[in-house]
């Protein structure tokens, strides 16, 4: 059975500062990630993928992918109240984890 | 223009009935996504269609029935309807890396 795990949280930053979410997986032949944010009664929108080992960028958002230790990391620097969401990993075939759920405190 | 559409947007219906939810993506992708996502907030695949073909058909029910007419269409048909069945019901389309959800179908069976 494949699985993405994610810790559920919740997770509580002040407003400013570096907000790290993580997710692993089982399935070592995966090949893409993704991760979205779904605000509360919305759907889920894409943020960021990633293919290749390493770290990308994109605005504030930083996106860490380590395949030989089979787990994919989600960076927000200088976090917003706005960014108060639960932030969903999903692998290759779009199966996802069971989300994380983020409050940045003013 | 709606990427992903679904309809209705909410649906009440009491045990025992048959429903059924559309989805239609106008973004030319190949696959398409139904996944039901619980309180608990857990979004759980249920089936893939790629070009009109099932890919994947996750562990539910048979009492649940996608089809998908053509690559732009999939709906999901529900037999007999159960309390447990109650939660948001999420269609996707995707095509490499992007992934578009439609807004939803909360489903509530009293």
């Known amino acids: 059975q494949k699985e993405v795990e994610q810790n559920s949280g919740p997770l509580s930053v002040p407003e400013g500062a570096i907000a790290s979410l993580n997710c692993t997986y089982s399935?070592?032949?995966?090949?893409?990630f993704f991760w979205y944010r779904q605000y509360s009664g919305k759907s889920p929108e894409l943020i960021m993928f990633i293919y290749s080992n390493g770290d990308k960028e994109d605005g504030r958002f930083t996106a860490q992918l380590n395949k030989a230790s089979q787990y994919v990391s989600l960076l927000i620097r200088d976090s917003q109240p706005s960014d108060s969401a639960t932030y969903l990993c999903a692998v290759n075939d779009m199966r996802f984890g069971a989300g994380t759920r983020l409050t940045v405190k003013p | 223009d709606t990427a992903v559409s679904q309809t209705p947007k909410y649906l009440v219906t009491q045990m025992g009935n048959d429903k059924s939810i559309k989805c239609e993506q106008n973004l030319g992708h190949d696959t398409m996504y139904w996944y039901k996502q619980d309180s608990k907030k857990f979004l759980k695949i249920m089936f893939s269609?790629?070009?009109?073909?099932?890919?994947i058909n996750e562990t539910v029910p048979n009492r649940f029935s996608p089809k998908s007419p053509d690559k732009a269409h999939l709906n999901l048909h529900i037999n007999s309807l159960e309390l447990g069945d109650s939660a948001v019901y999420f269609c996707a389309s995707s095509q490499g890396h992007e992934q578009y959800f439609g807004p939803g179908t909360r489903l509530t069976v009293t």
């Open positions: 399935d070592r032949g995966s090949q893409s």
């Open positions: 269609y790629n070009n009109k073909e099932l890919i």
